[in-house]
C-alpha cells in the first residue's frame, strides 16, 4: 500500500514514512497483515453466541444453510447487527450515566470539584424535560434534571424515556410508537436486546431489527443526555478558533495529549494544566503546557476550550512517533491498545484512568469524582516530569496544520441567527432553504475506517455537498478531518460553496458581522444530538415531521460500534443515511431490504451503503431533491 493509498493527510504520510523508516508498526500495517479478512465474519453469517459454534452459514449456499441448532441466515446477520447497535448503545449511554450520576452527587454535595456552569442550559433542559422551575433555585433544578437523567437509564418510571419526547416532532415520536421502539430504559433495552439475541431466542429477522432500532433509540437517549448534561457542567459551546493536525505540537511545551470521549477527565486535566503552567517552564518548557486532544475528548475540549486537535482516530499512533508527546492520557472509547507498544519507543507516558479502561504496561492513575483535582494533578505533573526526558534528536512533529472555526452549538448558531431574526432566529435557515439557496442540510458523523484512506470520503463527499448547495455539520473524527482539510474555515467558502450556498453565508456575514466556516462544527460523537436538535427545530417551525426535511446523514468512515447505534437512530428519524464503508448485513439479502429499502416505506430512512465518495454524494443530493419537491407538493 502506497502511503497516499493509506491516508489523504500530509501530515499522516509523512508520518507513515517515519516509521517505515525506523519499522515501526500502524494500524495499516496491520490492516495488511490481517488480509484477507473472514467473508464470514464480513458478510455478519458467523455465530458465536454459544459454545456449539462457531457457526458459519454459506452465502453461496454450497455449504450449511443453517447453523447447528437451525439459525438462518436473516437470524444470525439480524442478531449480530442488533448486537453492535447495542455495543453503541452501551458505550455512549455508559458515557452519559458516569456525567449524570456526577451531576446528582454534585447537586447532593456528596462531591467537590464541579460546578454547574451554565445555569441558563439548565434551566433550557429542565424547561424541555417539563420541569417545574418557578421558585427553584439551581441546587434543586440540578438535583431534579439529574434524577430525571438518571432514571431514563433504569426506567424506573415505568414510563418512556423522558428525554427523547422532547428531542423529536410530535408526529415522529407517534410513529416510534407504532412501532414500538420507545424504551422504557437505557439500561432495560441493552438487557433485553443482549437477552433477544441470545442462543434459542429471537429468530424473526423483522422483530430482531426493530428491537435494534430499540436500542438505537436509547443510544440517541444517551447521546442527548451526555451532551445536555456536559453543557450544564461545563458550559454550552460557543464559536471559538484553533487549529487542528499533527503540527500543532509543540516542541517548546509540554504536550499533553488527552484521548477519549469524556470531559469530565479532560476539563479538570486543561484546568489543572493551565495551574501549573509555571511548573512546566521552571522544567524547562518555555511555552508551558500544550494540552491537545484526540478523537471526542479532543473534540469536546476544542468546543469548550478551544484546545487544538492533534489527531484523528487513525492517526492516534502517529501523534506518539512525533516523538514531542510527553503524556498520553485515555479515558474511554476509541483507543488503540497498540499506543503501548508506540510508547515503548518514547519517552512518553500512556497514562489510562478509568477502572474499566486498562491497558497492559500502561501506567494507570485512576481518576476518580471524588479526588479529581488530585488526580489531575498527578496526571499533569507525570507530563512535566515525561518532558524532562524527552530526547530532541527523536522529535519529529510535521509541518501541517490548519486553522479553524467550531463552536456551533444550536445554542451558539441561534444566538448569533438571533440577529438576523431576534423573534425567530430558526427561519434563517428555513428562508434560505425556501430561497432555494440552501438546497439542504448534511449530518457528517463518524471516524476513520482503515479500510478507506484516512480522511479522504469524508472531504471528497463533503465537497461535492457543498458544491450543490447542501449546508454541512459535523461532529467526531468526520469534523477532525474537516479541520486538517481547511473546511472549517470561512475561506473554505468561497473555494468550495456552490453560488447558493455562497449567497447565505455571504448575506449571512452581513448581517452577522462575522462569516461562518463551510462546515459547522458541531462537537464530539454524543453531540449529533445537536444536530437532531437543529433538524427538530427546523421540522417543528415548519410544521412537518423531521423525516420530512431535506435533511439527510453521511458516515463516509464509519468504523465503531457507535457509529452503527447513530445510524440506526438516523435512520429512526426518517434521514437518508450514507454508510461509506461495507457493513456486515450483506449476508442476509433479508436484512438488506429491510435496511436499505424497506425502511424507506416505514420510518422514511433508509440506508444508503456506498463506497464510492462522488456517487454517495449524488445519492444524497438525489434523496434532497425529492424531499424539496415532496414539501413543495405539501405545502
Ligand atoms: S472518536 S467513535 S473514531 S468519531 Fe468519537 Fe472518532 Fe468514531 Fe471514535
Known amino acids: 500500500m502506497s502511503f497516499e493509498s493509506k491516508s489523504q493527510d500530509p501530515a499522516s504520510q509523512e508520518m507513515l514514512q517515519l516509521a517505515a523508516d ?147 416532532p410530535e408526529i415522529r415520536y407517534e410513529l416510534f410508537k407504532e412501532c414500538d421502539i420507545i424504551a422504557t430504559g437505557i439500561n432495560d433495552v441493552i438487557n433485553q436486546a443482549i437477552h433477544r439475541t441470545a442462543m434459542g431466542m429471537d429468530a424473526d429477522p423483522v422483530n430482531l431489527i426493530f428491537g435494534g432500532l430499540k436500542a438505537a433509540l436509547a443510544d440517541f437517549v444517551g447521546c442527548t443526555i451526555g451532551t445536555d448534561l456536559s453543557d450544564i457542567f461545563f458550559g454550552t459551546p460557543q464559536v471559538v478558533e484553533s487549529e487542528a493536525n499533527l503540527g500543532v505540537l509543540d516542541e517548546n511545551a509540554v504536550n499533553l495529549v488527552v484521548h477519549g470521549h469524556e470531559p469530565v477527565l479532560s476539563e479538570k486535566v486543561i484546568e489543572t494544566a493551565r495551574a501549573l503552567e509555571d511548573e512546566a517552564k521552571e522544567a524547562g518548557a518555555e511555552n508551558g503546557i500544550n494540552v491537545v486532544g484526540i478523537c471526542c475528548t479532543g473534540n469536546e475540549l476544542l468546543m469548550r476550550q478551544g484546545a487544538p486537535l492533534v489527531a484523528n482516530y487513525a492517526s492516534q499512533e502517529l501523534a506518539i512517533m512525533t516523538g514531542a508527546a510527553d503524556a498520553m492520557v485515555v479515558d474511554i472509547q476509541c483507543i488503540m491498545p497498540s499506543l503501548k507498544n508506540v510508547t515503548d519507543c518514547f519517552h512518553t507516558e500512556l497514562i489510562t484512568t478509568m477502572p474499566h ?68 432566529p430558526i427561519s434563517v435557515i428555513t428562508d434560505a432553504i425556501a430561497a432555494g439557496d440552501i438546497r439542504g442540510i448534511a449530518v457528517f458523523a463518524g471516524c476513520n475506517n482503515v479500510k478507506t484512506p484516512q480522511d479522504r470520503n469524508h472531504v471528497e463527499v463533503a465537497k461535492e455537498l457543498a458544491k450543490n448547495d447542501v449546508l454541512c455539520v459535523a461532529t467526531g473524527c468526520v469534523a477532525n478531518a474537516f479541520g486538517k482539510n481547511g473546511l472549517l474555515l470561512p475561506e473554505a467558502v468561497e473555494k468550495y460553496a456552490g453560488e447558493g450556498l455562497k449567497k447565505f453565508f455571504s448575506e449571512a456575514a452581513d448581517a452577522l458581522g462575522m462569516e461562518l466556516p463551510l462546515i459547522l462544527h458541531m462537537g464530539s460523537c454524543v453531540d449529533n444530538s445537536r444536530a437532531v436538535e437543529l433538524g427538530t427545530a427546523i421540522a417543528n417551525y415548519l410544521g412537518v415531521d423531521i423525516g420530512d426535511l431535506p435533511l439527510v446523514a453521511s458516515a463516509p468512515e464509519a468504523m465503531h460500534e457507535k457509529a452503527v447505534s447513530i445510524g440506526s437512530w438516523a435512520v429512526s428519524l426518517g434521514l437518508p443515511t450514507h454508510v461509506g464503508v461495507d457493513v456486515p448485513i450483506t449476508g442476509s439479502s433479508l436484512v438488506t431490504e429491510v435496511g436499505t429499502k424497506i425502511a424507506k416505506d416505514v420510518l422514511d430512512g433508509y440506508f444508503i451503503i456506498e463506497k464510492d465518495p462522488k456517487v ?15 414539501l413543495e407538493m405539501k405545502a
Request: glycine share 10%; hydrophobic share 35%; aromatic share 6%.
Open 22 to 168: 525506523k519499522g515501526m508498526e500502524t494500524i495499516w500495517d496491520r490492516y495488511e497483515a490481517m488480509q484477507p479478512q473472514c467473508g464470514f465474519g464480513s458478510t455478519g453469517l458467523c455465530c458465536t453466541n454459544c459454545l456449539q459454534g462457531p457457526c458459519r452459514i454459506d452465502p453461496f449456499g454450497e455449504g450449511p444453510s443453517e447453523g447447528i441448532c437451525g439459525v438462518r441466515d436473516y437470524s444470525v446477520v439480524a442478531r449480530n447487527l442488533v448486537r453492535t447497535i447495542v455495543g453503541g448503545t452501551a458505550s455512549h449511554s455508559d458515557h452519559a450515566r458516569h456525567v449524570a450520576e456526577l451531576l446528582r452527587e454534585v447537586a447532593a454535595g456528596h462531591i467537590e470539584g464541579y460546578e454547574v456552569k451554565d445555569e441558563e442550559k439548565l434551566m433550557k433542559v429542565a424547561n424541555k424535560l417539563g420541569l417545574e422551575t418557578e421558585g427553584k433555585d439551581v441546587n434543586e433544578l440540578t438535583k431534579e434534571v439529574a434524577e430525571e437523567a438518571v432514571g431514563n437509564f433504569i426506567g424506573y418510571h415505568g414510563e418512556e424515556m423522558s428525554f427523547l419526547k422532547p428531542m423529536v
Open 357 to 424: 479502561v486498562k491497558i497492559p504496561g500502561a501506567r494507570h492513575i485512576q481518576f476518580s469524582d471524588t479526588t479529581a483535582d488530585q488526580d489531575a494533578e498527578e496526571i499533569v505533573r507525570t507530563a512535566i516530569d515525561a518532558y524532562g526526558r524527552r530526547n530532541p534528536d527523536t522529535v519529529n512533529i510535521p509541518d501541517h496544520k490548519s486553522k479553524l472555526m467550531a463552536g456551533f452549538s444550536v445554542e451558539a448558531l441561534m444566538d448569533a441567527f438571533s440577529k438576523i431574526n431576534e423573534e425567530e
Open 616 to 630: 454517495a454524494a449524488e445519492k444524497l443530493i438525489a434523496e434532497i431533491d425529492e424531499r424539496n419537491w415532496l
